[in-house]
């Protein structure tokens, strides 16, 4: 048994009241979800000396209600799939590019997608041995089951076999990430959502997606790439709404150049099966023949069965966790982390968010997440990668002009494959400061190229700073470093595209 700690934060004070009685736990720190964000958080708090156990549902590729799997849905059945379908579909395009390179090779090349679907579960069911050996050798205690909070200090675990086991614990962490939610539609029980799309029996061949964010575009670009005909419906006028309108607008071009075929402004109305097919039916009358069809319409926060209002925790209209800076919900016991709040929905971001909090709760050191100039990507093909302010959200936010700065080219590579597709980078800088606010780009090697950007947005570069670094010849990531020529001037409130 360990005994309570208090919590510092923000200068409060270490003082003992005739209300502070010493009480004993299982556990200093109870968490619920063994995905990116608890497992971070579970290990730092053990560094920290703390007594820790996770708790997670048992393993399974596609998830539900009662399975889940020690690694979470990036591991399982999210980012790290996803990124090796990526990989299998790019080689469609390498293949038809190394011809020009010398390479003789068939018309006709064959893709087995069984082999690659048993390779993939094989990673995947090696890194949930892997988390599960991290959380080991860190001291923290795994229990398998559905975890709830059933009080302020309490926890029980529903078993497998159908029994419970309850426990007492000085902190409670809630980690249990997001799910796929579907559109309420007739025919709605023919669709089917990322989780499965991963794990497929058949490749589909006709292939029909409901939406225009990451997992669509995504996944748009890996059935194309594996020989699907396929066809994207979105609401908007672009794709990946919320990202700069002039890189959406970029990776619109991109899709349909590699032979995807957009509806933009349009939804499904109804799914129908018949012998030829599932019958899609668009809002506008629109009717596509599918052999799968992908509901990629958002996510949604994982709360609905840990009835968390019931012991005060409160919940936005999402179903999101509320918590403060330090990600501390209602219950000063009780706290949150990663997609279940809905603050910023990425892996590396739990990370951090489970790292503070460790700090924070355990280290002694008050961490708040720093939500700053955070690169994120999307893995279409080719893929789009962005750090800090889009030019519409500078231009909403900045005091002065904003300068704009953009490269479009062909790449090395295509003038010798004849591939027609452009890289195109972006810069967003401060007129006043000459501070880089945002950087952007389109093509190949887009997130490696990003991620070293973002360190110096992080560190508050300059444009005079990027123009002063020499380049990496030839690359396309010297183009950073190259862009001399102001493309146009934004001013404040009123954004300006090329659109």
Request: charged share 25%; proline share 5%.
């Amino acid at each position: 048994m360990s005994l309570p700690r208090k919590i510092l934060v923000d200068g409060e004070q270490d003082t003992l009241s005739s209300e502070a009685v010493e009480e004993s736990y299982d556990f200093d720190l109870f968490v619920i979800g063994a995905g990116s964000g608890g497992v971070r958080a579970s290990r730092a708090a053990a560094a920290f000396g703390a007594k820790v156990a996770i708790c997670e549902l048992p393993f399974h590729p596609i998830s539900s209600e009662v399975i889940g799997g020690v690694g979470g849905t990036c591991v399982i059945r999210g980012c790290v799939p996803k990124k090796i379908l990526v990989y299998a579909a790019q080689f469609r395009g390498e293949f038809e590019d190394s011809r020009n390179f010398g390479w003789e090779l068939p018309d006709q090349i064959e893709f087995n997608w069984k082999k690659l679907l048993d390779n993939k579960t094989q990673e995947i069911v090696r890194l949930n041995a892997v988390y599960k050996k991290l959380l080991s050798n860190s001291g923290v205690t795994i229990l398998e089951g559905e975890g709830k909070v059933v009080g302020a200090h309490k926890a029980v675990v529903s078993l497998p076999d159908g029994s419970k086991q309850h426990y007492s614990t000085k902190h409670i962490l809630i980690a249990t990430g997001s799910r796929a939610q579907r559109v309420n539609i007739p025919g709605q029980e023919l669709a089917i959502t990322s989780d499965e799309a991963l794990s497929l029996d058949e490749l589909p061949k006709r292939a029909v997606i409901l939406g225009g964010g990451y997992i669509a575009v995504e996944f748009a670009s890996i059935w194309k790439g594996m020989g699907a005909k396929v066809d994207l419906v979105y609401r908007k006028d672009l794709p990946l709404r919320g990202f700069d309108d002039e890189m959406r607008a970029v990776v619109s071009r991109n899709l349909e150049g590699r032979g995807i075929k957009l509806h933009p402004g349009k939804t499904l109305s109804e799914l129908r099966k018949t012998e030829e097919g599932i019958r899609v039916v668009t809002d506008t009358g629109d009717i596509i023949m599918a052999d799968t069809v992908l509901f990629a319409t958002g996510r949604l926060p994982n709360t609905k069965r840990l009835k968390l209002e019931a012991v005060g925790v409160e919940l936005d209209k999402s179903g999101a966790i509320k918590v403060d800076e330090y990600s501390r919900t209602t219950v000063p016991s009780i706290w949150a982390v990663g997609d279940v709040t809905n603050r910023m929905n990425l892996t590396p971001v739990a990370l951090m968010e489970g790292t503070c909090f460790a700090k924070t709760v355990f280290g002694g050191q008050p961490t708040k997440p720093d939500y700053h100039s955070i690169p994120s990507a999307v893995f279409c093909i080719p893929p789009l990668s962005v750090v800090g302010f889009s030019e519409e959200e500078a231009v909403q936010q900045g005091k002065g002009d904003i300068l704009i700065y953009t490269s479009t080219f062909n790449p090395m590579k295509n003038t010798i494959s004849g591939r027609q597709e452009k890289t195109v980078m972006k810069l967003v800088v401060d007129s006043e400061t000459d501070k880089v606010l945002g950087a952007s780009m389109c093509g190949s090697d887009a997130p490696e190229i990003m991620q070293g950007i973002a360190v110096a947005l992080k560190c508050g570069a300059t444009k005079a700073q990027f123009d002063g670094t020499v380049g990496i010849h030839p690359s396309a990531a010297e183009e950073f470093v190259t862009m001399r020529t102001l493309t146009r001037r934004a001013p404040s409130g009123k954004p300006k595209t090329n659109l």
